[in-house]
T-cell receptor, first 114, second 112 residues
Framework: DQQVKQNSPSLSVQEGRISILNCDYTNSMFDYFLWYKKYPAEGPTFLIS???IKDKNEDGRFTVFLNKSAKHLSLHIVPSQPGDSAVYFC????WGGGADGLTFGKGTHLIIQP | DGGITQSPKYLFRKEGQNVTLSCEQN?????MYWYRQDPGQGLRLIYYSQIVNDFQKGDIAEGYSVSREKKESFPLTVTSAQKNPTAFYLC???????????FGQGTRLTVV
């Protein structure tokens, strides 16, 4: 059973607008969440993370929001740029169980239209 | 220049053969991981190791084996028992006490 779900396989956004990528999780033990960006035939690169004690974390154009009661997080990219076109993976970790590895969603392919 | 190196980038294997994928890191990270990526499947954990000479099965360990004789190295062997080995394999490492994992560039394995 999938513990981390990204229900949108793809998302198309116009350059300069806001991109919103969503992620839901089912495991209440998860207390740390990460977003990774991946280009084809390359390894994922870390983008931004958030601890469960926070509800928002911001880094430049990227902001992650966490709604613990809804078990939902989202990644906002504003403004969207052509180089943002990639697959974005949501990942979760249960601290203490964090050494067991991250649990990943299936990814959302973000396409930025010029 | 610190990082994780996976080799080779592309690998072809005949059915019935074992093949070993290399993963080396010079980040002095304690934990290392192997993931597999299939189209539309995200990343699934094969094996992980938190310390030298110790490793644990992940979600899809059947048909794979690993060793961790050195802190820097965590090779993955894809055995002939793995029914569907064609995939993109990713190695990652993580520093003790931190959650962020760093990934290598991946190895594309194709069974011919």
């Amino acid at each position: 059973d999938q513990q981390v779900k990204q229900n949108s396989p793809s998302l198309s956004v116009q350059e300069g607008r806001i991109s919103i990528l969503n992620c839901d999780y089912t495991n209440s033990m998860f207390d740390y969440f990460l977003w990774y960006k991946k280009y084809p035939a390359e390894g994922p690169t870390f983008l931004i993370s958030i601890s469960s004690i926070k509800d928002k974390n911001e880094d430049g154009r990227f902001t992650v929001f966490l709604n613990k009661s809804a078990k939902h997080l989202s990644l906002h990219i504003v403004p969207s740029q052509p180089g943002d076109s990639a697959v974005y993976f949501c990942a979760a970790s249960a601290w203490g169980g964090g050494a067991d590895g991250l649990t990943f969603g299936k990814g959302t392919h973000l396409i930025i239209q010029p | 220049d610190g990082g994780i190196t996976q080799s080779p980038k592309y690998l072809f294997r005949k059915e019935g053969q074992n093949v070993t994928l290399s993963c080396e890191q010079n980040l002095n990270h304690d934990a290392m991981y192997w993931y597999r990526q299939d189209p539309g499947q995200g990343l699934r954990l094969i094996y992980y190791s938190q310390i030298v000479n110790d490793f644990q099965k992940g979600d899809i360990a059947e048909g794979y084996s690993v060793s961790r004789e050195k802190k820097e190295s965590f090779p993955l062997t894809v055995t002939s028992a793995q029914k569907n080995p064609t995939a993109f394999y990713l190695c990652a490492s993580r520093k003790q006490g931190e959650t962020e994992a760093f990934f290598g560039q991946g190895t594309r394995l194709t069974v011919v």
